[in-house]
């Protein structure tokens, strides 16, 4: 059975520093991707070869709470899950933290939702629901 | 009586694009802070002269729902109002457009908060506060 | 006949600065890309539609000197040149300014290469090569 | 003795493609400070420490060169060495690649002065300086 949480660590890049001398928080939606990439993976089929089935999965909606700052070269974790599947979205929640310390830096919720080429809303394969409830923490 | 929208325009960068060929979901957050930038501007202190004076305002929370996908080279139009301000904490929301078509593309609202120069939160000073009720479009 | 220097201008965003409280250098490149657009685009033909008939133009090549920094909310001036056009290649100059105090930031020069939709060098169309050539400063 | 070549690796993030399918070139710029943070911890004192002691190390100078394109979720190697030091600059050169192919994407070099917490060019401390010809491949 596949981890129901992917947890994927790396380290704060300068470039994603501000004048305030921390990350700059759009960066955190970047790291929320890092985390849905991994996420995805674990279950077999990599989100790249999602998208050369003519289904990308896009973000409609986003929900960012920041409780603490990330500087340079902190070492950031992310852990992921995904809480919901339905035929045409998928809700992801993610939790940023210092992985050193463990302090909880943002919680973040996104929603996904499937197109088609054209950039229409379209339900995804049964197969590939399928695989994304296999990693999701509540198979709908 | 200052405007209470700001509208701001300006061009997508290529840069700003991904792969699927349309602008990267994180962009919006930071052509938020554009148009946040210039309703701060019209109320007569720019952001860059509040920071002088010690204080910053950090995002705390960040809500967002995406409409409609932006292209390289559109031009884009963000709305900005002030719809809330309290002693430490400010509510802005924005409406973000294609200014050819005037498609909705974005909605977003942001919450920040008023940080000293540690990173703890702090009372905005009295006269940063009024002025910034000034343009906002609920003055509390 | 049209202009041979571009003059595109903006103001720094908040997300371009990093710790030390001035412009991260890599944005001069998309600062760049933003004055090759507008120089692009005093021909006649918008970069993105070059990019419909088939053909891209990909940075091949990029030299940069930086002089001075940029800060938050500066006014900054791109002045674009076209110096070389041949049947595969471009160069363009830039110079990079304080808008308000004239101030010279960096200088930079970007070849660029032409490919096809496979990703192969090609030549250029010979009417896309002529109308690159009647912006060029000095026409091959 | 320390490594005098670093090698670190990570995967493409999405943000960084552009509506090419690529990398969108200044993401190498990027890429680079993180092989250059990770060689100056290889001598024994992380960057943002030596940011500590009121020296930072600005880029004065870069030239790139691209071969090859980087892909969404390709594992990329910045190869890093030091092949300069001086009292007041470093050169450092780098060659990114494919690290499952192993083919080389771009070669870059960028050479970074010694400013004071003011910005003025300073010559570097003794100690940093020798600790930094101590991982170069050709020391001074």
Redesign the interface.
Known sequence: MPLRVSTVE??V???E??????V????Y??WC??GR?DHIRTMGT???DI?KQGI?L?????????HA?A???DLIRVETTLTSVTSRTLVFDYVVKNAESGERLATVSTTLISLDPD?RVTAMPAELRAKLSSVASDAA
């Not at 520093?17 to 921390?22: A, N, P, S």
Request: aromatic residues 16%; hydrophobic residues 35%; charged residues 25%.
């Open positions: 790396f380290r890049r300068y470039a520093t501000d004048q305030m001398g921390v700059y928080h759009a960066n939606l970047i991707e890092i990439t990599p989100y790249r998208e990308t896009a973000v409609s909606e986003a929900a960012m709470r920041f700052s500087r340079y070269d950039g």
